[in-house]
T-cell receptor
């Protein structure tokens, strides 16, 4: 079964540092997403991406956040200057136009970001 | 996007059937109902999706009454490995070309005991 791959699985960074979280979506998928989940809380939408541009972003996705699909396979989330409250699991997801055989989004295993 | 309401937690035993009900009173005509499973420190995993009546796959069944204001995820003969959080989401159909986000609730934390 095709997978969404995320790296690294765990990243520790100092407050104020820049981090880049990487994702390789399923190859024939067209829509890409970043979600995050603070420990014990809901999964929260950050941003959706289609046709090489942001389709929608949440209030969380402020000027410190950016996304890129630099080479047609990777999909990255950059946080320019991390804050303690950015500590969370970050999930990448993708889906194709017709929702795939199982109709759903496919999520990666996540990157646990710890800001110290 | 329609809001969903689920029980916060449920307990069960190995071998039992588990039914988790979700309320979505404001579901729109074109909305589909989708259930995801999430293990600790892992990404959500698609379980099943439906529009009306009954859908069954190799892991679960989904029952949707005629008014579609609720749905029930049925897990037959659960095992310890089914201990997870189960989320009910309501949103656009699978072939929606628009790029809709998923709105998540807190889900139902299912504990399967030996």
């Amino acid at each position: 079964e095709p997978e969404v791959t995320q790296t690294p699985s765990h990243q520790v960074t100092q407050m104020g540092q820049e981090v880049i979280l990487r994702c390789v979506p399923i190859s024939n998928h067209l829509y890409f997403y970043w979600y995050r989940q603070i420990l014990g809380q809901k999964v929260e939408f950050l941003v959706s991406f289609y046709n090489n541009e942001i389709s929608e972003k949440s209030e969380i996705f402020d000027d410190q956040f950016s996304v890129e699909r630099p080479d047609g396979s990777n999909f990255t989330l950059k946080i320019r200057s991390t804050k303690l409250e950015d500590s969370a699991m970050y999930f990448c997801a993708s889906r194709d136009h017709f929702g795939t055989a199982n109709y759903g989004y496919t999520f990666g295993s996540g990157t646990r970001l710890t800001v110290v | 996007l329609a809001k969903t309401t689920q029980p916060i937690s449920m307990d069960s035993y190995e071998g039992q059937e588990v039914n988790i009900t979700c309320s979505h009173n404001n579901i729109a005509t074109n909305d589909y109902i989708t259930w995801y499973q999430q293990f600790p420190s892992q990404g959500p995993r698609f379980i099943i999706q439906g529009y009306k009546t009954k859908v069954t796959n190799e892991v679960a069944s989904l029952f949707i009454p005629a008014d579609r204001k609720s749905s029930t995820l049925s897990l037959p003969r659960v095992s310890l490995s089914d201990t997870a959080v189960y989320y009910c989401l309501v949103g656009p159909p699978p072939n929606a070309g628009n790029n809709r986000k998923l709105i998540w609730g807190l889900g139902t934390s299912l504990a399967v005991n030996p």
